[in-house]
């Protein structure tokens, strides 16, 4: 299986902060990767496909990269609404594999 | 807008067969190019994908589960469903369904959700 190193599992920022959130694959994927947000109690939603494309609805302050095996979700500005916890999906290889997630909390 | 809905029993006996069914509006099961899945949470840990069937009945499964997984589907009602046999404590989770979209040359995972239902495996 494909592994994805999520760092870090957990960190701390406020309101207008800008919050980078890092993957990386045990293999190369090419840019099969897709960020989800999940709040305590609900469904995790994505907000990033292909790497580096915003899911229609999702704000702008929510983009993806790529650099190798190296995979990036920033939020830039942060809001109230994105305290939650982040997670990266492989989509290359099955079986189709999830980062260990990134909670987000409040400073 | 294309929703899903989990449903089935909340509390599942060791060694018994969990069964959940997803029900699907605002889209056809049988429209094609579609893998519908299943994927669980066990309680504060993260997420695993347990596999997909397609309209055509196409199947994969995560080898971690694999030998205890049957999913299936059922045109005429919209729904597709999920079997875990041979249920331990270790199965008790929070499931569910989504949709995973192949109808082009790539493929993209896992939107919509359904809202999860949560399954207890205890005697």
């Known amino acids: 299986d494909i592994q994805m190193t999520q760092s870090p599992s957990s960190l701390s920022a406020s309101v207008g902060d800008r919050v980078t959130i890092t993957c990386r694959a045990s293999q190369g994927i090419k840019n099969d990767l897709g960020w989800y947000q999940q709040k305590p109690g609900k469904a995790p939603k994505r907000l990033i496909y292909?790497?580096?494309s915003l899911q229609s609805g999702v704000p702008s302050r929510f983009s993806g990269s790529a650099s190798g095996t190296e995979f990036t979700l920033t939020i830039s500005n942060l809001q109230p609404e994105d305290f939650a916890t982040y997670y990266c999906l492989q989509h290359n290889t099955y079986p189709l594999t999830f980062g260990g997630g990134t909670k987000v909390e409040i400073k | 807008q294309v929703q899903l809905q989990e449903s089935g029993p909340g509390l599942v006996k060791p060694s018994q067969t969990l069964s959940l069914t997803c029900t699907v509006s605002g889209a056809s099961i049988s429209s094609g190019g579609y893998y519908w899945s299943w994927i669980r949470q066990r309680p504060g840990k993260g997420l695993e994908w347990i596999g997909y069937i397609s309209d055509s009945g196409s199947t994969y499964y995560n080898p971690s589960l694999k030998s205890r997984v049957i999913q299936s589907v059922d045109m005429s009602k919209n729904q597709f469903s999920l079997k875990l046999l041979s249920v331990t404590a270790a199965d008790t989770a929070m499931y569910y369904c989504t949709r995973y979209d192949c109808r082009g040359t790539s493929c993209y995972p896992f939107d919509p959700w359904g809202q999860g239902t949560l399954v207890t495996v205890s005697s």
């Open positions: 292909a790497a580096s």
